[in-house]
Nanobody, 116 residues
Framework: VQLVESGGGLVQAGGSLRLSCAAS????????MGWYRQAPGNQRELVAVISSGGNTNYADSVKGRFTISRDNAKRTVYLQMNSLKHEDTAVYYC???????????WGQGTQVTVSS
């Protein structure tokens, strides 16, 4: 199983980035996919999740600014991040989850740095 994130980088406050996570080795379409982040000294926290059926849920801190989406044909989940703030600076991790069989996979992370 591989989850490979891309799209991170350095951006000014107010800017945008789009993260991608390409999955292999899993039946992508039946997994819930999520984005989490971890800033230095903080615990990993949920940013956004999208179910196999396309239902989405967001952390309050990113609602209205971030959008999660998935393309099952490409086995890829995206995180469009707009109006970025300095406090969005973190390593962003992709997650694939299928509770009923105990699948819980993580990518290696991609750094997002927002300069104020």
């Amino acid at each position: 199983v591989q989850l490979v994130e891309s799209g991170g980088g350095l951006v000014q406050a107010g800017g945008s980035l789009r993260l991608s996570c390409a999955a292999s080795g899993i039946l992508f379409s039946i997994h819930a996919m999520g984005w989490y982040r971890q800033a230095p000294g903080n615990q990993r926290e949920l940013v956004a999740v999208i179910s196999s059926g396309g239902n989405t849920n967001y952390a309050d801190s990113v609602k209205g600014r971030f959008t999660i989406s998935r393309d099952n044909a490409k086995r890829t989940v995206y995180l469009q991040m707009n109006s970025l703030k300095h406090e969005d600076t973190a390593v962003y991790y992709c997650n694939a989850n299928l509770v009923r069989v105990g699948n819980d996979y993580w990518g290696q992370g991609t750094q997002v740095t927002v300069s104020s």
